[in-house]
């Protein structure tokens, strides 16, 4: 009996998206974008190391997060407890379109920095 009670007591906790996920996808993506102004007035080998970092960052950390935050969240979409967390998905799409600008961004800087070799 208590043991039906506990299973029941489990089964009805609400299942939510990996919100972490989504956190660490904007946090990244924030990275990138504070990467910009500071490569401004650097020397040419720290600029191509500060350019290299940022693009990884915006355009690849970025979007590696932000899917595995969406895989979590369509897996939990197949429980029946799901619990969408709309703030979230709207985190990882701001989180996307930074990360990529800001690596569209790092990726002119250092195509321009190259070109001038």
Known sequence: ?????STTSQSAESVKPP????VVAMASALVAVALVPLSRGLSSS???SVTIAGYLI????TVVFASL?????NKARTE???RP???????????LVLGILAGL???FLLATEIAKW
């Not at 009996?1 to 009670?5: C, D, H, T």
């Open 80 to 82: 029946r407890e799901f």
């Open 85 to 95: 967390q709309g703030w979230a998905d709207k985190v990882v799409t701001v989180a």
């Open 1 to 5: 009996m208590y043991l039906e009670e």
């Open 69 to 73: 935050y969406r895989t979590g969240r």
């Open 19 to 22: 919100v972490s996920l989504a």
């Open 46 to 48: 720290a600029l191509l």
């Open 105 to 107: 961004v790092h990726a």
């Open 58 to 61: 915006g355009a690849v950390v």
